[in-house]
């Protein structure tokens, strides 16, 4: 029972950083209908970023917040490049942001090098019915509940939400009322920018961060995303914590070495399913 435990928080915490990756290229997404497969990349420039400022004497905290924003920063000048200039198709902005994220790793071995690094997260542990559970685990969850609260809100309850879904569903009408579907653009990939690195930056002290970090990062991220078919939030938060749990159960009472291999074949079972209820009821109203 300990042992089961250990590996659900442990794979809910996991499950929670890919959520935010997932998150990410969902409100990328939900804005400009490009799928943002730079997404990876902005989780590894915040986790470096914060591992080295800590390694200059900065305190946990202010260096994860910098971080965190210097994501955000590189998320806005990806943005400029993949959509800046009005008229670009969603295909060909989807071609340039996978080249910005292989330009990247040039960038990033020539700053960080090519070896892995990471970082000291929240000391300590907790005892649940008898596990010993890290306490960073516990922190990832509720950030990234918190997180998540926050972008319900948004897009549930604000006028700015509502503007950010509109640029995706009608771009012409949001133009005509005065949305500029290139600024609410911009805004997404700054917001998706920051929600990667504020996973690298969370996921740091757990595993090594590298400058190809990002390859599995992209994978569980999209797998997430299309759970909740590039969308739905909530939905992709859900297909998150189910790929993270479904990785650490196999890791731990299996081989790590298969983890990721299992964990994508359920989800892709998963989407098989959901694609067939879809269909029932398409042919249900038909």
Request: aromatic share 6%; glycine share 16%.
């Amino acid at each position: 029972m300990s042992d089961f435990l250990v590996y659900l928080i442990t794979g809910l915490g996991t499950g929670c950083g890919i959520a935010l990756i997932g998150s990410g290229l969902v409100l990328v997404h939900r804005v400009t209908r490009v799928v943002n497969f730079a997404q990876g990349t902005f989780a590894v420039v915040g986790g470096l970023t914060a591992i080295s400022l800590l390694d200059t004497g900065l305190p946990h905290g202010l260096a994860e917040v910098l971080g965190v924003a210097v994501a955000a920063v590189v998320g806005l000048l990806f943005g400029m490049i993949a959509i800046g200039r009005r008229g670009t198709s969603p295909q060909a902005a989807l071609m340039v942001t996978l080249g910005l994220g292989i330009l990247a790793y040039a960038v990033e071995v020539m700053l960080w090098g090519d070896q892995g690094r990471s970082s000291e997260g929240l000391s300590g542990a907790v005892t649940v019915f008898g596990a010993r559970i890290q306490t960073h685990y516990l922190l990832i969850i509720g950030v990234t509940m918190a997180v998540f609260a926050a972008m319900a809100a948004l897009f549930g309850r604000t006028d700015a939400g509502k503007a950010l879904s509109a640029c995706s569903s009608n771009p012409y009408a949001a133009r005509v009322v005065g949305i500029s579907v290139t600024r609410m653009g911009l805004i997404a990939f700054a917001v998706g920018g920051a929600l990667g690195g504020l996973a690298g930056v969370l996921l740091a002290p757990m595993n090594s961060v590298a400058f190809d970090s990002d390859v599995a990062l992209i994978i569980n991220g999209f797998a997430a995303a299309v759970v909740g078919s590039m969308h739905h939030i909530g939905r992709t938060l859900a297909g998150a914590l189910f790929l993270g749990v479904a990785e650490a159960m196999v890791a731990g009472y299996g081989s790590a070495t298969y983890q990721t291999v299992v964990a994508l074949g359920l989800v892709l079972a998963l989407m098989i399913g959901q694609a067939a209820r879809t269909h029932s009821v398409v042919a249900e109203a038909g």
